[in-house]
């Protein structure tokens, strides 16, 4: 029996790890980019992998259900789901949550634990433990910083000062910061209760309900590279403390000899003695073991034990010893009925792969489960679920975009196959679950999309699976490149997990994809050839060490989820020249053809400060300069955190870093703008960052989107918007940039810049009669009106106009812009005025959705933008276009038109009569009033009767517009007559305001002005 002893050290709390040296100033100041705003679609259709529950529950009060995503951050409930409420999202922490937990003995206490401990490949970090007291409104740093990967915290029932923290430590090398950790003090500060090597952490822990001064940990010896995973080790195994974790007793009566892996514990509540464990050791000694002592002798009663490494959770019902659950079934996940010996998996009809399950104390037929698709909630013990469809927690790797109007995002998620959803609906409740749908499956990578036929994508799954999908029929072949030569049996050629696929952008039916040597189709994917030798370093891992020596042939969960090393993870194609392309590998190898895959020279030993072996993320050729190309590089393989992004101007012969100002974390994908040589965006960890000088400073560009992994970004050729395929939250849009691609550094030290307006589109937008209730999904859509940006260098108490004028150079609208230091952002609706002003008393209504009645929509054509600011006048031209779905002629939109028009000026007329008669009432009120040829009371009688006159015929004449304007056809025979009516009844209406306003001294007479003509 070994004892351990608590090793004491003081954590600091608040610790924030900075680079050495001053950062650099950007040249873009953050804080002007405060008027952008990015726009999540989702889709929540599937979700992303959840790590843990917990549960505030108050007599009299709603439960509080708090989710613990694997990389999108922390949500909550007050509904049982029917809405959630992102509650991390402005905490400057990783968004990777391992763990959550609230304190028994006060609901506002909650803890959460940065970092999951699933290690996976494809698995964030964290940056340590983080409080709330106030349920989860606020959150403050509380310490751990460098333990990586939190498994699970412990709060004591009774005093919630003190905490208990099962770190799992670094998943990609060894520290010593790892182990059961406690504090008594609230977080302030830590003692380091149970650890025994760098190479081992805390996995799982648990307390006695009845008695918290005993406590059971579960250690995990692993470690896991870019080639590769060890489960096991000697460090592994079940501890026990009596004392508040002061000591510590390694168990081993009647558990597994030998290396262990991975362990997952439970305590039955209603009798603490009984203890279950899952198991992760070599053959028949793996499984699910239970204890009816507290630990002092086990019993192996299963040898069931779904993917240790992912999974190792168990859970039993805390009034029934005998229904036990194991999670990681690929149908849902395991149960037993005879406490543990036997299980049996029952399709759930939700996602599988399961890793985190709550089972109500109180009523334990409710359960909630969350896995690699999402929250579920079951009220009847497991036997039907209801899949939570509105958390957009989706971890995607790879996007691209169609050319449809409106364009199409398709993208692959880990464990969700391949989905695509639209950038925008015609529907004014947005983008729903509805609109969204699934192309693929299995681990969804790439899915690139012809940009000439957007019934064609290219999808790829783990490892390589390729397949051309028809996007009408969903048909689908397989088109993954064979070997040239068959090779021996046993022998497979080497894919990565995320195998690379690139179209070509001289012509979509040219496809090239790597294993580790290059394949090529110009057919898309009939038929292939190979255009490279190997690419790689070529290393046999078997050569390779983890924790100090060589992965034994039957170490635990060995090299789980990398089949193969030295794979190509990257490919790119000069946009200037098809014979020119890039390679990375995952063995840190850059490779570079200028004559289309003859001669390959390698490039990595040119990149100054870049370690060997660095895993490389993205490779660039530039599409402005020939010889330009960028290069990021992924070092947290090796538990290397810095940040490695480069530029070479001549093919990669010499190479120069561009990280300055970026924060410590992993690169992930570099893009240029396709208009501006000068404008980058980097992909990354914890989020995105713009350059507008060449990489030579960086500015955040998460805005208002929460700091979670981006895998992917691209730039959409046409629209011109930003789209960020974010690992964790779904998909990103920032509608149009053209304000990015404008400030240069000339435009940033001018006093006002008119960024040349984007194209707009005058859409029809439907509004169904449709009623959702809550609980579902929509995202939303963008601002259909025209942008118009412009850029002031300082702030101003002045007033800012922005004039829209038509080709002959009258002036259609008028708006008021604001004046903030930075980028502004104004939307015309693309309506002349509004017929009532603004702010006049009595206004009509019958404007459509309680709104007040707007001016009629002006036609398609040039429009001149005319920005006063800054003492400046500036001016540009707004194109404005037709919905491409109309065929609408230009002769039937005038005659349209000229009725619009007409109702317009009857709309102004009847207004202004309204306000007239608004001013004579009030004189009726004053004393002393003057301008009414009859006596007092007679007048107020008469004006009210006019008055209702004028609304009446203010509303008929604005349904009949709204009428009119809502069919992109002439107007009907019936509609014609009814604006012959209309004027003939203002006429009437008018007339009975000048007669009751009449006097010697009226300055003029209201009136109704001529119909116009098409001519006109």
């Known amino acids: 029996m070994r004892i351990v002893r608590p090793i004491f050290v003081l954590i600091i709390p608040f610790l924030v790890v900075v680079s050495g040296g001053a950062q650099p100033t950007p040249l873009l100041d953050p804080s002007l980019l405060g008027t952008l705003r990015w726009r999540s679609v989702g889709p929540a259709n599937t979700g992303g992998r959840i790590d843990d529950f917990a549960v505030a529950r108050v007599p009299g009060q709603p439960d509080a259900i708090y989710v613990a995503t694997a990389s999108g951050g922390i949500f909550k409930s007050t509904n049982q789901g029917t809405s959630w409420t992102p509650i991390f999202d402005r905490v400057d922490a990783m968004m990777s949550i391992g763990d959550i937990t609230v304190a028994t003995a006060n609901p506002n206490v909650v803890w959460a634990g940065t970092g999951e401990a699933n290690n996976r490949q494809s698995s964030s970090w964290g940056d340590g433990v983080y409080k709330s007291t106030d349920a989860g409104q606020t959150w403050a740093r509380s310490g751990l910083a460098d333990t990586r990967h939190i498994a699970r915290i412990v709060i004591h029932p009774r005093n919630p000062d003190v905490v208990y923290v099962a770190a799992a430590g670094h998943l990609w090398g060894p520290n010593s910061e790892r182990g059961v950790f406690k504090t008594v003090d609230g ?8 650890y025994v090597d760098d190479n081992t952490g805390a996995t799982d822990l648990v307390m006695d309900p009845q008695d918290p001064q005993t406590l059971f940990a579960a250690m995990y010896q692993r470690q896991r590279k870019a080639w590769g995973f060890n489960g096991g080790g000697p460090g592994s195994g079940i501890f026990r403390s009596r004392d508040a974790g002061a000591t510590w007793t390694r168990l081993s009566n009647g558990l597994p000899q030998g290396d262990k892996g991975r362990i997952g514990l439970d305590i039955f509540h209603a009798d603490p003695r009984v203890i279950l464990a899952v198991v992760e050791a070599a053959g028949r000694d793996n499984g699910v073991y239970r204890s009816a002592d507290g630990g002092d002798t086990w019993q192996a009663w299963s040898t069931l034990n779904p993917r240790p490494m992912y999974y190792s959770q168990i859970r039993v019902d805390p009034k029934d010893a005998a229904r036990v659950y194991l999670l990681g079934s690929n149908r849902g996940f395991y149960t037993s009925n005879d406490a543990g010996r036997t299980f049996t998996d029952v399709f759930s009809t939700v996602h599988s792969e399961d890793h985190a399950l709550w089972i109500d104390p109180d009523d334990t037929n409710h359960l909630i489960v969350g896995g690699d698709g999402g929250v579920s909630i079951s009220w009847d013990r497991g036997q039907t679920w209801l899949f939570r469809d509105n958390l957009p927690v ?29 950038s925008a609906t015609r529907l004014r409740s947005g983008i729903s679950n509805h609109d969204a749908f699934n192309i693929g499956s299995g681990d969804g990578f790439y899915a690139r999309i012809d940009p000439t036929d957007p019934r064609t994508a290219i999808i790829e799954s783990q490892d390589g699976r390729a ?14 490149p064979l070997p040239p030569d068959r090779l021996p049996k046993g022998e497979r050629e080497r894919w990565n997990w995320n195998a690379p696929i690139l179209m070509s952008s001289f012509d979509p039916k040219t496809l090239y994809m790597g294993s580790n040597v290059v394949f090529k189709t110009v057919d898309r994917g009939a038929t292939w050839r190979p255009i490279s030798p190997d690419l790689t370093a070529n290393i046999d891992r078997e050569s390779l060490e983890l924790m100090g020596g060589r992965v034994p042939e039957r170490a635990l969960s060995r090299h789980d989820g990398i089949t193969s090393f030295s794979t190509l993870t990257t490919i790119s194609e000069s946009p200037l020249d098809a014979r020119l ?18 001669k390959w020279t390698a490039l990595n030993e040119r990149v100054p400060g870049l370690p060997p072996g660095t895993y490389v993320s993205s490779v660039l050729s530039s599409r402005h300069k020939a010889g330009r190309v960028y290069a990021t590089f992924d070092g947290h393989y090796n538990d290397d955190y810095r940040t490695y992004v480069y530029a070479s101007d001549d093919y990669g012969q010499t190479w120069r870093a561009i990280a300055s100002g970026l924060p410590i974390t992993s690169a992930h994908k570099l893009r240029e703008h396709p208009r501006n040589p000068r404008l980058l965006f980097l992909a990354h960890e914890r989020g995105i960052h713009v350059s507008v000088d060449e990489g030579a400073s960086w500015s955040p560009l998460t805005l208002n989107m929460p700091n979670v992994p981006v895998d992917d970004i691209l730039v959409h050729p046409r629209d011109n918007d930003l789209i960020a395929g974010t690992h964790g939250r779904g998909i990103w849009i920032l509608d149009n940039i053209s304000a990015l691609e404008a400030l240069t550094p000339a435009v940033l030290q001018s006093d006002a810049f008119l960024v040349p307006p984007a194209r707009a589109r005058l859409l029809t937008v439907y509004s169904p009669q449709a009623w959702y209730g ?30 829209a004028s038509d080709a002959r150079g009258a002036i259609v609208r008028v708006l008021k812009g604001t004046a903030r230091a930075g980028i502004n952002r104004v939307s015309w609706d693309m309506r002349f005025e509004p017929p009532v002003a603004d702010g006049r008393r009595d206004t009509p209504s019958g404007g459509g959705f309680g709104g007040p009645p707007a001016g009629p929509l002006v036609l398609p054509g040039t429009y001149t933008i005319t920005l006063a600011a800054a003492g400046r006048s500036l001016k540009s031209e707004l194109r404005i276009e037709g919905d491409p779905r109309v065929t609408f002629s230009v002769a039937d939109r005038r005659t349209r038109q000229t009725a619009l028009l007409n109702l317009y000026a009857l709309q102004k ?10 001013t004579a009432a009030g004189q009726l009120d004053t004393p002393g009033g003057r301008g009414l040829t009859s006596s007092r009371a007679d007048a107020s009688s008469r004006l009210v009767q006019v008055q209702a006159d004028l609304v009446a015929q203010f509303n008929t004449v604005n349904s009949l517009s709204r009428a009119i304007e809502g069919y992109s056809g002439l107007p009907t025979a019936d509609q014609r007559r009814q604006v012959d009516w209309a004027f003939d009844d203002a006429a009437r209406a008018v007339a009975a305001m000048n007669t009751v306003l009449h006097t010697d001294a009226a300055p003029s007479r209201l009136t109704v002005p001529a119909k116009l003509t098409k001519e006109q």
């Open 774 to 803: 809550a609980g579902q999904f929509f995202a939303p859509n963008p601002d259909f009106g025209a942008t118009i940006d412009y850029y002031l260098r300082a702030a101003s108490n002045d007033e800012v106009t922005v004039t």
């Open 187 to 194: 977080g302030r500060t830590w003692t380091k209760a149970l």
């Open 394 to 422: 989706g971890q995607f790797y790879e996007i691209s975009a169609d050319m449809q109007d409106p364009y199409v995002v398709c993208g692959g998620l880990q464990d969700n196959g391949h989905w695509c959803v639209p």
């Open 467 to 480: 397949n051309r999908v028809n996007l009408s029929t969903f048909e689908r072949q397989v088109v993954a």
């Open 909 to 918: 007329s009847l207004s202004a009569a309204r306000a007239a008669g608004a």
């Open 581 to 598: 392309l890039y390679t990375g590998s995952d063995d840190g190898r850059l490779m570079v053809t200028r004559d289309a895959g003859q």
